[in-house]
């Protein structure tokens, strides 16, 4: 059985400036699982991270001669969606919502307990660290891509990884001895 090679992003972003309705779904697909799993590891909140992924694609598509085919488009993508995410948090600071919602159970936790302290030891996270890790760790990224995201050098991209992994161990034994010092005191 021969394996079809996926049309490349940039060939579909073409297409769809073309008006493709194909290729349009085909970016949907090919980049809702993505966006969602980073956007819910970011919120904790299915709801939010939905509309922030809806506004994302919705200006993805509202722009799409914006785009330059240069093959980054997942780069690309992931910064729209940051950016939306920061304009999500400021409004939703603006309206003084309640208290946000405890993040949504993974599907696959080999064990609850451990799944649950590596969770909200990420939630606790500054949300530049909490970011890096999510793209790396979860969404697979280099630290190329990772910098492109966020704006930020390489090195630094390296360095918030760093400080997020030496603040999710202390963070995680903490929880596992029972006290409640997310980063031994020290943010």
Same mark, same amino acid.
């Given at each position: 059985?021969?394996?079809?090679?996926?049309?490349?992003? =940039?060939?579909?972003?073409?297409?769809?400036?073309?008006?493709?309705?194909?290729?349009?779904?085909?970016?949907?697909?090919?980049?809702?699982?993505?966006?969602?799993? +980073?956007?819910?590891?970011?919120?904790?909140?299915?709801?939010?991270? @939905? *509309?922030? &992924?809806?506004?994302t &694609?919705? +200006? &993805?598509?509202?722009?799409?001669?914006? +785009?330059? #085919?240069?093959?980054?488009?997942?780069?690309?993508? &992931?910064?729209?969606?940051?950016?939306?995410?920061? *304009? @999500?948090?400021?409004?939703?600071?603006?309206?003084?919502?309640?208290?946000p919602?405890? #993040?949504?159970?993974?599907?696959y936790?080999? *064990?609850?307990?451990?799944?649950?302290?590596?969770?909200?030891?990420?939630?606790?996270?500054?949300?530049?660290?909490?970011?890096?890790?999510?793209?790396?760790?979860?969404?697979?990224? *280099?630290?190329?891509?990772?910098?492109?995201?966020?704006?930020?050098?390489?090195?630094?991209?390296?360095?918030?990884?760093? +400080?997020?992994?030496?603040?999710?161990?202390?963070?995680?034994g903490?929880?596992?001895?029972?006290?409640? =010092?997310? =980063?031994?005191?020290?943010?």
């Amino acid at each position: 059985m021969a394996h079809e090679t996926p049309v490349p992003d =940039d060939a579909l972003v073409s297409r769809a400036l073309e008006g493709s309705e194909e290729a349009l779904l085909e970016l949907y697909a090919r980049y809702r699982p993505r966006l969602m799993g +980073y956007l819910l590891r970011q919120t904790g909140d299915r709801s939010v991270a @939905e *509309d922030v &992924f809806q506004s994302t &694609f919705l +200006y &993805f598509l509202r722009n799409l001669e914006r +785009y330059k #085919p240069c093959g980054r488009l997942e780069a690309y993508l &992931f910064r729209i969606a940051r950016s939306e995410l920061a *304009d @999500e948090r400021r409004a939703a600071r603006r309206v003084r919502e309640a208290p946000p919602r405890p #993040p949504q159970e993974a599907a696959y936790a080999p *064990d609850p307990e451990i799944e649950e302290r590596v969770r909200n030891a990420l939630m606790e996270l500054s949300p530049e660290l909490r970011e890096v890790v999510i793209l790396r760790i979860y969404d697979g990224m *280099d630290y190329a891509t990772i910098a492109e995201i966020t704006g930020v050098g390489e090195a630094t991209a390296r360095s918030r990884m760093r +400080y997020a992994l030496e603040a999710l161990r202390r963070a995680i034994g903490a929880a596992a001895a029972g006290t409640d =010092d997310i =980063d031994g005191g020290a943010r």
